[in-house]
T-cell receptor, first 117, second 112 residues
Framework: GAVVSQHPSRVICKSGTSVKIECRSL??????MFWYRQFPKQSLMLMAT?????????EQGVEKDKFLINHASLTLSTLTVASAHPEDSSFYIC?????????????FGPGTRLLVL | QKEVEQDPGPLSVPEGAIVSLNCTYS??????FMWYRQYSRKGPELLMY????GNKEDGRFTAQVDKSSKYISLFIRDSQPSDSATYLC????????????FGTGTSLTVIP
């Protein structure tokens, strides 16, 4: 099956630090990637849709200046948490789309656990 | 009303039991249905996907779609402790530009 990687898998940082998370599709090209946030024992919360070569589309309530998304190539999207604070601590998961129009499937990365002290 | 409803559980069954996980949906335009398994602290893993009503089988897993009732199910036969995870249903329509709708997930524990 399709493989999506994320790096780093875990990061601990001080408040005020900016953190970059990479999402890569390893064996396919993905024009569309999604970024999710997940709190313990809760479901996925879609943050934004990342399209290669264009600006990301953010969900309502997600600060685009706080969560900067760059989809510079067909295999790489990055999420930068700018000036992270403890309330940004969460599990961040990306996914990439593969498949024919109307039959697309999302393949998820393993997630990045962010802890802001 | 949410687009996709899924009982969060938790669901606890003895090893070897048949497990039935279900989702209902309200949008009759949904045509593509997926089931994901998510272990604790991991990303969701695609288990099965189907594009039509009826059953699709893969090993111990069977996905069932009933479009007339707007109801999908995932059956796990001979459940194993390694099946303990959260199971998410997801669905999409062909004409909304990669818009997916997820259930909240059902937490399953298989007791040895």
């Amino acid at each position: 099956g399709a493989v999506v990687s994320q790096h780093p898998s875990r990061v601990i940082c001080k408040s005020g630090t900016s953190v970059k998370i990479e999402c890569r599709s390893l064996d396919f090209q993905a024009t569309t990637m999604f970024w999710y946030r997940q709190f313990p024992k809760q479901s996925l919360m879609l943050m934004a849709t990342s399209n290669e070569g264009s600006k990301a589309t953010y969900e309502q309530g997600v600060e685009k200046d706080k969560f900067l998304i760059n989809h510079a190539s067909l295999t790489l999207s990055t999420l930068t948490v700018a000036s992270a604070h403890p309330e940004d601590s969460s599990f961040y998961i990306c996914s990439a789309i593969l498949g024919l129009a109307g039959k697309e499937t999302q393949y998820f990365g393993p997630g990045t656990r962010l802890l802001v002290l | 009303q949410k687009e996709v409803e899924q009982d969060p559980g938790p669901l606890s069954v003895p090893e070897g039991a048949i497990v039935s996980l279900n989702c209902t949906y309200s949008n009759s335009a949904f045509q593509y249905f997926m089931w994901y398994r998510q272990y604790s602290r991991k990303g969701p893993e695609l288990l099965m996907y189907t594009y039509s009503s009826g059953n699709k089988e893969d090993g111990r897993f069977t996905a069932q779609v009933d479009k007339s009732s707007k109801y999908i199910s995932l059956f796990i036969r001979d459940s194993q402790p390694s099946d303990s995870a959260t199971y998410l249903c997801a669905m999409s329509t062909p004409n909304t530009g990669n818009q997916f709708y997820f259930g909240t997930g059902t937490s399953l524990t298989v007791i040895p």
